[in-house]
């Protein structure tokens, strides 16, 4: 079966404009995870859904960012009046069941944002 | 604070060399660790898991918890082998057992 998709694979905006990036997880996950890597610097977890619900929002790096799940299937991660350090890689994941250490995460392609 | 630290950025080594591709860590509780692989033009997927305890394409890793290390070890190096690598943590139990830590990563190239 297909796995993660992400879209779009690359998107140039300019500073201040708003971006939507959105992940399709594997059919039947409902565990959807979303990863930042910064130029230089490891993933960093932003947010993860159990269903549609977000028990874990501590990564979100400022109040310009946001997710959410519609559906327990399609997430769209929001980044308001973007900055120069919002371009990164942005990865998207997700796992069979309720997230746990033993579920293996199963990432996307990415989407590389650059913010001119 | 969870940390994972790969002190290499690069790594080169040729074919059939053995390699080892360094992972120490910084974590107060009991930590689940994992090796993460992205090949050239492909996403990043899981090699392996300390918890299983498997060896994957040849490769195995160590949890030493007296080194508070994890490094990932192949006696002889193939040129397929060549790709970033990522060592990453998460807690063992508990809550946000889920969130995984990573480190910044080693490109390993294994010439011919």
């Known amino acids: 079966g297909a796995g993660v998709s992400q879209s779009p694979s690359n998107k140039v905006t300019e500073k201040g404009k708003d971006v939507e990036l959105r992940c399709d997880p594997i059919?039947?996950?409902?565990?959807l995870y979303w990863y930042r890597q910064s130029l230089g610097q490891g993933l960093e977890f932003l947010i993860y859904?159990?269903?549609?619900?977000?028990?874990?929002k501590s990564g979100l790096p400022s109040d310009r960012f946001s997710a959410e799940r519609t559906g327990g299937s399609v997430s769209t991660l929001t980044i308001q009046r973007t900055q120069q350090e919002d371009s990164a890689v942005y990865l998207c994941?997700?796992?069979?069941?309720?997230?746990?250490?033993?579920?293996?995460?199963?990432f996307g392609p990415g989407t590389r944002l650059l913010v001119l | 604070a969870q940390r994972v630290t790969q002190p290499e950025k690069l790594l080169s080594v040729f074919k059939g060399a053995p390699v080892e591709l360094k992972c120490n860590y910084s974590?107060?509780?009991?930590?689940?660790l994992f090796w993460y692989v992205q090949y050239s033009r492909q996403r990043l997927q899981l090699l392996l898991r300390h918890i299983s305890r498997e060896s994957i394409k040849g490769f195995t890793a160590d949890l030493n918890k007296g080194e508070t290390s994890f490094h990932l070890k192949k006696p002889f190096a193939q040129e397929e082998d060549s790709a970033m690598y990522y060592c990453a943590l998460s807690r063992s139990s508990g809550g946000s057992n889920y969130k995984l830590t990573f480190g910044k990563g080693t490109l390993l190239t294994v010439n011919p």
């Open positions: 859904f159990q269903g549609n619900s977000a028990p874990d």
């Open positions: 994941a997700s796992s069979p069941r309720r997230a746990r250490v033993s579920e293996t995460q199963y």
């Open positions: 059919s039947g996950h409902t565990a």
């Open positions: 974590y107060s509780g009991s930590p689940e």
